[in-house]
């Protein structure tokens, strides 16, 4: 039987080797999905599986991709989408003008950046739109570079720009290079503090909800400085910001949230 305390010399151990703070997640959550992993890979132990994971190249990267929770799909919730497309592009356009500064933060497979690009597409030509697309996670950033994606990945997209911008490859569908060129992948840790400025617009979704609540809160509040005035942060329909207002975020509505300009 582990014990509380091998868990947590476990987390430490994590900390050094990866930079990744486990004790910002759910405990109770990530540890029975680090149990399996470790149960799966057949070692008697945490102690063990570090020894692993300082060794084996492979063993490392897979978990790695394990911890970042990577179910991604394009043109998610569209609705919210279709309110993008509408209201907020346009609102953003006028604001700031077409040159927009956007970041995809936790972007998983590239399916919420390569949505915004289609999105904003409709608005301005793609050779003036750049998106900056960050995740944790080295081996989902390669496949979102690849940009091959299942037929259940892009159902949601409208139909006149999966046409236009996909191809279809044995079961799989290609995203076209006009649209994978418009986006720039980085590494990045949402617990790190090195936050760019000045974005117009910042899309984070569906990830946070992994994260514990002191987490979160220090993640919206570093979003929050990294917004322009004006600029506005798009999450996921599982989140909700409660103390909008304590960190000075207007909300537009539930999915969308404004920091006012000075």
Same mark, same amino acid.
């Given at each position: ?104 933060? #936790?972007? !998983?497979?590239?399916?919420? $950046?390569?949505? +915004? ?6 608005? @301005?030509? %793609? /050779? ?22 299942? #037929?259940? !990945?892009?159902?949601?997209? $409208?139909?006149? +720009? ?6 279809? @490859?044995? %079961? /799989? ?22 936050? #760019? ?66």
């Amino acid at each position: 039987m582990v014990t509380a305390y091998d868990y947590e010399k476990f987390k430490s151990a994590v900390l050094t080797l990866t930079k990744i703070d486990l004790n910002a997640y759910k405990e109770k959550q990530m540890k029975r999905r680090i149990d399996s992993l470790i149960a799966k890979n057949g070692v008697k132990g945490y102690e063990p599986y570090v020894q692993l994971l300082k060794t084996n190249k492979e063993k490392f990267e897979e978990f790695i991709n394990f911890l970042t929770i990577n179910v991604s799909e394009f043109y998610r919730n569209p609705d919210q989408w279709k309110l993008l497309e509408s209201q907020i592009i346009p609102e953003l356009i006028t604001k700031f003008g077409k040159n927009l500064k956007i970041w995809s933060a #936790a972007c !998983s497979t590239g399916d919420e $950046p390569y949505s +915004l690009v289609m999105a904003l597409s409709r608005h @301005i030509p %793609l /050779s003036q739109i750049h998106i900056t697309a960050t995740d944790l996670d080295k081996q989902v950033i390669a496949k979102a570079k690849v940009g091959l994606y299942s #037929a259940k !990945s892009i159902a949601a997209v $409208p139909e006149d +720009l999966k046409k236009k911008y996909f191809t279809k @490859i044995g %079961l /799989s569908y290609q995203i076209s290079n006009e649209i994978k060129s418009r986006v720039e992948f980085r590494e990045h840790n949402l617990l790190d503090n090195n936050y #760019a400025k000045g974005y117009h617009m910042i899309v984070c979704r569906n990830v946070l909800i992994y994260f514990t609540e002191e987490a979160k809160d220090e993640v919206f509040r570093k979003f929050y400085s990294s917004l322009a005035p004006g600029g506005i942060l798009f999450i996921g329909s599982t989140e909700q910001i409660i103390n909008y207002r304590d960190i000075g975020y207007n909300r537009k509505n539930s999915f969308y949230y404004e920091r006012p300009k000075n």
